[in-house]
């Protein structure tokens, strides 16, 4: 069925505005003001604009196709509308209502002025319904693209959040890693560590897979691949932070992990690295004082060395 | 002909690779190296691959292939200064090098092998 009378449209929206406005007004209201995110004047506005868009839209022909380029402006509006909406934290089916919340006043007025012109309101109500239902899909899928947008851009945030790289002495790094290890993630995580191991030269670098909740094939295979990276580079790795489970598990799995130095604890692996380093760390004054308690075991130890 | 030069220090040799690795090209150097090998008596190579920003299967093959022949010449082998990108790639080709000993710059490869054979 062909849509037609935009023209005629256009018409009912321009003599019939204000009392439009009030009923949508109405419905839109309920919803704004119970989630409390969007003012009063602020909807008026919009709807305003987003009227006299579509009053601009429909006059522009008789023939009514949303996806012609006379809707371009409307497009917009709504595109920004259901953006804004997405942040603000509206769900889809609010946001949708935005368009679908005219319907009804739409198919009033229509009743009221053609009320002895059975084809013409036939017509008529038939363009309004599929009209408003391609402009509340439209919003929807706006609104879930800029939700996605969102995800992404957390996706990235948390990849990069996620994976720094300390610097514990002079050339000796640590690459604490926190949360499961997946392809994507090992990447980023060997480039950073590989970066960073030009820019400060470091001889040693100590992975501590204590955040790493499990630690399967997959994950081993891409911590040796980071390992062996580092080699190539000229930088030995110490992998420290190996949970009693974790230690099972590596075990059970036949994972080989012979060619790696591992330690228990990050403060371990320092203490093996201070050494190959040819480094101490030496009890001062400020510890003397604390000396009855027993300051430092660690450190105490690799002073005795 | 295109050659890469090899520099002589004291008992150690220098080989800087500063043009992009091609085939015929590294199998002169491995030729030029070990004939430098036995004519100078060298107890260590450093190979100096910094400026190298891509290598292939053949590349990587080719520096593991050529430590292994100094290596039954009696010379140590160091290769110095490889590409965070170039270490990477060589990692997913499977190429982990593992008979050759790494270092981060030429000075600490010269550490490397001088500090070895004081020990």
């Known amino acids: ?129 599929t009209l408003f239902d391609e402009l509340g899909l439209y919003t929807t899928e706006v609104f879930q693209a800029s939700r996605e947008q969102v995800i992404v851009r957390q996706q990235q945030e948390l990849l990069e959040l996620s994976t720094p790289v300390v610097q514990l002495w002079d050339g000796i790094l ?15 995580v060997m480039e950073n560590l590989l970066q960073k191991i030009v820019e400060t030269g470091a001889a040693i670098s100590i992975i501590d897979i204590t955040g790493v909740p499990t630690v399967d094939t997959l994950v081993a295979q891409h911590l040796l691949k980071t390992v062996a990276a580092a080699r190539l580079m000229g930088a030995d790795c110490i992998i420290s932070g190996i949970r009693p489970q974790i230690a099972q598990t590596i075990v059970h799995l036949g994972v080989n992990l012979t060619n790696v130095t591992t330690k228990a604890t990050l403060a371990s692996a320092f203490v093996v690295a201070l050494q190959r380093t040819g480094k101490s760390v030496t009890a001062g004054s400020a510890q003397d004082a604390s000396r009855g308690s027993r300051a430092s075991d660690g450190f105490d130890s690799l002073q005795a060395e | 002909m295109e050659r890469i030069p090899i520099l ?24 030029d190296l070990t004939s430098r090998i036995v004519k100078d008596g060298a107890r260590g190579v450093l190979i100096d691959i910094s400026s190298l920003d891509v290598v292939d299967s053949f590349i990587g093959r080719m520096i593991g292939n050529t430590a292994a022949m100094a290596r039954v010449l009696d010379a140590q082998t160091v290769v110095v200064g490889m590409q965070p990108s170039v270490a990477i790639t060589l990692v997913e080709l499977g190429l982990t090098l593992s008979g050759v000993r790494t270092a981060l710059n030429v000075e600490k490869g010269m550490a490397l092998l001088t500090g070895g054979g004081a020990a």
């Open chain 1, 174 to 188: 640590a690459l604490p890693l926190i949360g499961t290890l997946d392809s994507a993630r090992t990447q980023v």
């Open chain 2, 8 to 31: 002589t220090m004291g008992r150690l040799l220098l080989v800087t690779i500063q043009v992009d690795m091609h085939d015929r090209l590294a199998l002169t150097l491995q030729d």
């Open chain 1, 1 to 129: 069925m062909e849509m037609v009378g935009g023209t005629r449209l256009a018409q009912l929206f321009t003599s019939n505005q204000e009392q439009l406005l009030a009923e949508w007004f109405a419905q839109q209201h309920a919803i704004a003001a119970r989630r409390g995110l969007v003012g009063e004047a602020e909807l008026r506005n919009q709807f305003s604009q987003f009227t006299s868009l579509l009053v601009t839209a429909l006059g522009a022909s008789e023939r009514v196709d949303f996806k012609s380029s006379a809707w371009q402006e409307v497009r917009a509006f709504l595109a920004e509308m259901s953006a804004q909406r997405a942040r603000q934290g509206f769900t889809p089916v609010e946001t949708a209502m935005f368009v679908f919340s005219l319907k009804q006043p739409l198919f009033a007025r229509l009743r009221d002025t053609l009320v002895n012109d059975a084809p013409a309101l036939a017509d008529l109500t038939w363009t309004i319904s």
